[in-house]
C-alpha cells in the first residue's frame, strides 16, 4: 500500500539559510499535518491543511509557512534558520475528521 | 488545551512477559480519540492502537490492549507477550473529536525489551 512520501529525508543547512521540505499524501487523503520533534521530545503540531486551506495552526514559527498544492502535495518553508530548528519534521496524512493519520518517515533537518 | 502525561520515562521488559504503560490526560471535552504511537529507533511513527472515548469497550490489537478509564482520564496501554521488535518509545496522544484533529502526545516512554 502506498504511504506518505517526505523529500528530502536528510536535510543539511546553515544558520540563516532556507529549507523547503515537501509531503505526498496516501492517494485520495484529503488533509496534511507537520509535526516538529526535537532530540528526545515528542513531537508538536506545527500546522494542517484540509482540502488546500489552511485548517489549524500550533506553535510554528513566522519564520515558517506551509501550502498545499492542487495535487494535495504539501510544501514547509522555512526561512533564516537557526540551530533550534534542528529536528525531525513529520508530516501525516488522513481524511478529515478524527481518522487516523498515517506518518511519513520523516526529513531530518539539521542547522549548523 | 489538552495536555497528555507519560509518567514512566523508561520500562525494561524480559521477551514473552508482560508490561503495561501508563498515560494520563487533562481535558474539558467530552468526545475524543485517544491513541498510542509507537517509534522505533527507525524513527518511524507507527500507529499502535486507537480508542473512542465513547465506547466503554476497550481497544485490542493483537498483542496490545488498553484499559481506558474515561472518568479517571487515564489510558494505559498492555504488550503482552513482549517481543524484541517491541523495543521503541511509545507515545500517547490525544484529538479532539470536533474542529481541530491534531495530536496532542505524551512525552514519550521508552520501552526494551531484553533477550
Known amino acids: 500500500a502506498a504511504g506518505v512520501i517526505q523529500s528530502p529525508r536528510h536535510l543539511i543547512k546553515e544558520k540563516r539559510e532556507t529549507a523547503t521540505l515537501k509531503c505526498y499524501p496516501i492517494?485520495?487523503?484529503?488533509?496534511v499535518y507537520w509535526y516538529q520533534q526535537g532530540p528526545g521530545q515528542d513531537p508538536q503540531f506545527l500546522i494542517s491543511?484540509?482540502?488546500?486551506?489552511?485548517?489549524d495552526k500550533g506553535s510554528i514559527p513566522d519564520r515558517f509557512s506551509a501550502q498545499q498544492f492542487s495535487d494535495y502535495h504539501s510544501e514547509l518553508n522555512m526561512s533564516s534558520l537557526e540551530l533550534g530548528d534542528s529536528a525531525l519534521y513529520f508530516c501525516?496524512?488522513?481524511?478529515?475528521?478524527?481518522?487516523?493519520?498515517?506518518f511519513g518517515p520523516g526529513t531530518r533537518l539539521t542547522v549548523t | 488545551a489538552q495536555t497528555v502525561t507519560q509518567s514512566q520515562p523508561e520500562m525494561s521488559v524480559q521477551e514473552a512477559e508482560t508490561v503495561t504503560l501508563s498515560c494520563t490526560y487533562d481535558?474539558?471535552?467530552?468526545?475524543?480519540?485517544l491513541f498510542w504511537y509507537k517509534q522505533p529507533p527507525s524513527r518511524q511513527m507507527i500507529l499502535v492502537i486507537r480508542?473512542?472515548?465513547?465506547?466503554?469497550q476497550n481497544a485490542t490489537e493483537n498483542r496490545f490492549s488498553v484499559n481506558f478509564q474515561k472518568a479517571a482520564k487515564s489510558f494505559s496501554l498492555k504488550i503482552s507477550d513482549s517481543q524484541l521488535g517491541d523495543t521503541a518509545m511509545y507515545f500517547c496522544?490525544?484529538?479532539?473529536?470536533?474542529?481541530?484533529?491534531?495530536?496532542?502526545f505524551g512525552a514519550g516512554t521508552t520501552v526494551t525489551v531484553r533477550a
Open positions: 496522544a490525544f484529538m479532539k473529536r470536533s474542529n481541530d484533529y491534531k495530536l496532542s
Open positions: 491543511f484540509y482540502e488546500k486551506m489552511q485548517s
Open positions: 492517494p485520495r487523503h484529503d488533509t
Open positions: 480508542q473512542e472515548a465513547y465506547k466503554q
Open positions: 501525516a496524512s488522513g481524511k478529515t475528521g478524527p481518522n487516523e493519520q498515517y
Open positions: 481535558t474539558s471535552e467530552n468526545n475524543y480519540y
